[in-house]
């Protein structure tokens, strides 16, 4: 064929240029996780945990990265999932997907109180509302002892299973929990190519500009912290089956920090981030503990400079390779 | 037939009447320029119009209804959109995906048709595509579609903007100080661009804000003179945009010329 001597000419590989930046994260996500699976052990671990992390910067993402608000609270979502859950499945002998449904309409409501009200305000009051909705939340999991054991927690929760079939061994559910992120993935890129996620980007793009194109700018908000509440809620629902206990300092403050920096380092507003950044952020302390005293101080440092040359984070490092930048 | 009714409208702010008492009409079809000095109340006038303030006092009937104090999406949902005095896009986005938000009023779906994408849904999709690339192509952007809206140039921008206002099928488009910023070669592109649409029998009805009169696009055919929130002169473009008129408006001696349909005034000389 005539066409076939130009298939490695420089316009050829230009074109394939920016499908292989898109790929690479999800390569590099993929062979780490194809690592621990075949590696096993105390790898498998954090990666079920960077795993379960993942489908809440997913959430996160579609409700800062997409929309372009701001929450400080979704570890409230996290801990209703999760603590429903727990009681549901521990106390009451619940099956865990009714467990996991009861817990996310739980926190789905409580997400529509703080949101409803509080998302038709410009501004702050939001990430304000959210802060504060965390903490209660915290602090009702350590004051009401009886539901939920207080500082002591909730522990023997029984492990995911689907049909009757229990996933038992590590690698099982890191299999699992990579099927749940695909799929978490997948509906968070169709919730963004749609004309629901346009609605969102416009938002956060200019929210006058939104409401002037006919976008009812509060619904659309709200919409989208219920949905991103969902997402946190499930990655609660699984970190208590596949830990087992819970306990309020699962869903305290710190979670909120750790995925924040995924999400930023990651890469916020991309498809890609919020894996690419669970999966490193979470290999992170394992890599910097050779340098004992100082591995807080390099693990800040490594994250200034990554937000400062890549504001993008992680899942577009790829597109700042020379030879990348057109016109 | 009268498309946008305007009664004794009114805002103050404060001690200040910003708008006072304005009464307009605009018929189906029809383009209007509002012109004034800095303050005269043209942008207070657009954003009650559009929504973004209420008024203290009046009434604004659209389309044979009553929007009075409704909010902005709401408005726009009846078929009246405004673009902005300074550019408000959505700089993050192409410039395609621009023009396809402003399908949005014209489409339906949301979560759900979202997550299941059925049949319907794809050729909606493959509708607002062709829709936003043929606006694009109107506005002249045609090569431009992939680029972020923050790597055009300022009046190009301006462009996509208007292009991402007749995504949405407008009745009436309200269009503040499209020329501001611009520079010469631009602002004639786009006075040429606006009036080709003014006799455009398909085209929305516009109306205007300026203060520069080289800014009314030929084919305008009202004109709505402001001074202080008040009016000055209304009616004809012929009778209103005056040397006469303009020097009260502006406060003044003012000399005007008129070259084919276009206007251009200056401080008549040894005033």
Same mark, same amino acid.
């Given at each position: 064929?005539p066409t076939?001597?130009?298939?490695?000419?420089?316009?050829?590989l230009?074109?394939?240029?920016?499908?292989l930046?898109?790929?690479?994260?999800?390569?590099?996500?993929?062979?780490?996780?194809?690592?621990?699976?075949?590696?096993?052990?105390?790898?498998?671990?954090?990666?079920?945990?960077?795993l379960?992390y993942?489908?809440f910067?997913?959430g996160?993402?579609?409700? @800062? %990265?997409?929309? *372009?608000?701001?929450?400080? /609270?979704?570890?409230? #979502?996290?801990? &209703?999932?999760?603590?429903?859950?727990a !009681?549901?499945?521990?106390?009451?002998?619940?099956p865990?997907?009714g467990?996991?449904?009861?817990?996310?309409?739980?926190?789905?409501?409580?997400?529509?109180?703080?949101g409803?009200?509080?998302?038709?305000?410009?501004?702050?009051?939001?990430?304000?509302?959210?802060l504060?909705?965390?903490?209660?939340?915290?602090?009702?999991?350590v004051?009401?002892?009886?539901?939920?054991?207080g500082? @002591? %927690?909730?522990? *023997?929760?029984?492990p995911? /299973?689907?049909?009757? #079939?229990?996933? &038992?061994?590590?690698?099982a559910?890191? !299999?699992?929990?990579a099927?749940?992120?695909?799929?978490?993935?997948w509906?968070?890129?169709?919730l963004?190519?749609?004309?629901?996620?346009?609605a969102?980007?416009?938002?956060?793009?200019?929210?006058?500009?939104?409401?002037?194109?006919?976008?009812?700018?509060?619904?659309?908000?709200?919409?989208?912290?219920?949905?991103?509440?969902?997402?946190?809620?499930?990655?609660g629902?699984?970190f208590?089956?596949?830990v *087992?206990?819970?306990?309020?300092?699962?869903?305290g403050?710190?979670?909120?920090?750790?995925?924040?920096t995924?999400?930023?380092?990651?890469?916020?507003?991309?498809a890609a981030?919020?894996?690419?950044?669970?999966?490193i952020?979470?290999?992170?302390?394992?890599?910097f503990?050779?340098?004992?005293?100082?591995?807080?101080l390099?693990y800040?440092a490594?994250?200034?400079?990554?937000?400062?040359?890549?504001?993008?984070g992680?899942?577009s490092?790829?597109?700042?390779?020379?030879?990348?930048r057109?016109? | 037939?009268t498309?946008?009714?305007?009664?004794?409208?009114?805002?103050?702010?404060?001690?200040?009447?910003?708008?006072?008492?304005?009464?307009?009409?605009?018929?189906q079809?029809?383009v209007t320029?509002?012109?004034g000095?800095?303050?005269?109340?043209k942008?207070t006038?657009?954003?009650?119009?559009?929504g973004?303030?209420?008024?203290?006092?009046?009434?604004?009937?659209?389309?044979?209804?009553?929007?009075?104090?409704?909010?902005?999406?709401r408005?726009?949902?009846?078929?009246?959109?405004?673009?902005?005095?300074?550019?408000?896009?959505?700089?993050?986005?192409?410039a395609?995906?621009?023009?396809?938000?402003?399908?949005?009023?014209?489409?339906?779906?949301?979560?759900?048709?979202?997550?299941?994408r059925?049949?319907?849904?794809?050729?909606?999709?493959?509708?607002?595509?062709?829709?936003?690339?043929?606006?694009?192509?109107?506005?002249?952007?045609?090569?431009?579609?992939?680029l972020?809206?923050?790597a055009?140039?300022?009046?190009?921008?301006?462009l996509?903007e208007?292009?991402?206002a007749l995504?949405?099928?407008?009745k009436?488009?309200?269009?503040d100080e499209?020329?501001?910023?611009?520079?010469l070669?631009?602002?004639e592109d786009?006075?040429?661009?606006?009036?080709?649409?003014?006799?455009?029998?398909?085209?929305?009805?516009?109306?205007l804000?300026?203060h520069?009169?080289e800014?009314i696009?030929?084919?305008?055919?009202?004109?709505l003179?402001?001074r202080?929130g008040?009016?000055?002169?209304?009616?004809?473009?012929?009778?209103?945009?005056?040397?006469?008129?303009l020097?009260?408006?502006?406060?003044?001696?003012?000399?005007l010329d008129?070259a084919?349909?276009?206007?251009?005034?200056?401080?008549?000389?040894?005033?």
């Amino acid at each position: 064929m005539p066409t076939s001597r130009n298939i490695i000419s420089p316009e050829r590989l230009a074109a394939l240029a920016p499908g292989l930046a898109t790929a690479l994260p999800w390569a590099v996500a993929l062979a780490i996780l194809g690592y621990a699976f075949i590696a096993g052990g105390y790898l498998v671990t954090v990666m079920s945990f960077a795993l379960i992390y993942a489908v809440f910067v997913i959430g996160l993402n579609l409700f @800062m %990265g997409y929309a *372009g608000q701001v929450t400080f /609270g979704h570890n409230a #979502f996290a801990a &209703l999932g999760g603590y429903g859950s727990a !009681v549901l499945t521990s106390a009451y002998g619940w099956p865990p997907i009714g467990a996991f449904a009861a817990g996310t309409m739980l926190a789905l409501a409580v997400a529509l109180v703080v949101g409803y009200p509080t998302l038709r305000l410009k501004g702050h009051y939001l990430a304000m509302a959210t802060l504060a909705i965390g903490l209660i939340i915290y602090e009702i999991a350590v004051q009401w002892q009886a539901v939920t054991g207080g500082y @002591m %927690g909730i522990s *023997g929760i029984p492990p995911i /299973g689907i049909g009757g #079939f229990d996933i &038992l061994s590590d690698r099982a559910q890191l !299999v699992f929990l990579a099927l749940v992120v695909a799929l978490a993935t997948w509906s968070a890129m169709r919730l963004r190519a749609s004309r629901f996620g346009r609605a969102l980007a416009a938002i956060a793009g200019s929210e006058d500009a939104a409401r002037a194109l006919g976008i009812d700018v509060a619904r659309y908000k709200l919409m989208a912290f219920l949905v991103s509440a969902a997402y946190a809620a499930l990655a609660g629902t699984l970190f208590v089956h596949v830990v *087992g206990f819970v306990s309020p300092e699962v869903f305290g403050l710190h979670m909120v920090v750790l995925a924040f920096t995924m999400l930023y380092a990651g890469g916020i507003g991309t498809a890609a981030g919020p894996l690419i950044g669970a999966v490193i952020i979470s290999l992170l302390p394992e890599t910097f503990r050779a340098l004992k005293d100082y591995q807080d101080l390099a693990y800040g440092a490594g994250l200034i400079l990554l937000l400062i040359y890549a504001p993008k984070g992680l899942a577009s490092l790829a597109e700042l390779l020379p030879g990348r930048r057109r016109s | 037939m009268t498309l946008l009714k305007l009664e004794r409208v009114t805002r103050r702010f404060g001690g200040l009447l910003a708008v006072d008492a304005i009464d307009l009409n605009v018929e189906q079809g029809g383009v209007t320029a509002i012109i004034g000095p800095n303050g005269a109340g043209k942008t207070t006038l657009f954003h009650l119009i559009s929504g973004f303030q209420t008024p203290n006092g009046g009434r604004i009937v659209f389309d044979g209804q009553d929007i009075t104090g409704l909010p902005p999406d709401r408005i726009a949902a009846h078929g009246l959109i405004r673009t902005f005095q300074l550019v408000q896009l959505f700089r993050d986005l192409s410039a395609i995906e621009n023009v396809k938000v402003g399908c949005h009023l014209r489409t339906r779906g949301g979560i759900v048709t979202a997550l299941i994408r059925p049949k319907s849904a794809r050729q909606t999709e493959a509708e607002v595509d062709a829709t936003a690339r043929e606006l694009l192509a109107f506005v002249g952007l045609a090569d431009h579609g992939a680029l972020p809206a923050s790597a055009l140039t300022y009046g190009q921008q301006r462009l996509l903007e208007i292009a991402r206002a007749l995504a949405v099928r407008p009745k009436l488009l309200l269009l503040d100080e499209p020329a501001a910023g611009l520079d010469l070669g631009g602002r004639e592109d786009l006075v040429a661009q606006l009036a080709e649409f003014a006799m455009d029998p398909d085209a929305p009805a516009m109306v205007l804000v300026t203060h520069h009169v080289e800014e009314i696009p030929p084919g305008f055919t009202h004109a709505l003179l402001l001074r202080e929130g008040g009016i000055v002169a209304q009616g004809l473009i012929g009778d209103v945009i005056t040397a006469a008129n303009l020097s009260v408006a502006f406060g003044q001696d003012l000399e005007l010329d008129k070259a084919g349909d276009r206007f251009f005034a200056r401080r008549r000389a040894g005033a």
